[in-house]
């Protein structure tokens, strides 16, 4: 079982993680941009601008994508299942989850 809990990689961001991963994906990409602009325009290469600004994507991707532990910072509490066979048996009929109680 020691082997399990190895290889028990995690695949998921929550949310407030993906808002972060999109800011720093954006700000990693657009500093790139114009320091690959800015230097691109100093040497006069356009192929120097397109290779910084294609580094910029590699790292914004390396740091960004995978869902690193500080993505997952704020998880979500989920509800307890609800026990389907005890409702069913006292129902009179199969469709409950399309009624509605009227208060």
């Not at 991963?21 to 006069?44: D, H, P």
Request: net charge positive; with cysteine.
């Amino acid at each position: 079982c020691e082997l399990h809990k190895m290889l028990d990689i995690q695949t998921h961001m929550d949310f407030a993680g993906q808002g972060k991963a999109e800011r720093w994906s954006r700000f990693i990409i657009t500093f790139f941009g114009i320091v690959g602009l800015v230097y691109g325009a100093f040497v006069q290469q356009f192929s120097q601008t397109v290779y910084i600004l294609g580094a910029g994507f590699v790292l914004s991707s390396l740091i960004t994508i995978p869902p690193w532990p500080l993505y997952r910072r704020n998880a979500l509490k989920w509800q307890k299942p609800i026990d389907t066979d005890a409702k069913s048996s006292s129902s009179e009929s199969g469709d409950e989850g399309k009624k509605k109680k009227k208060q």
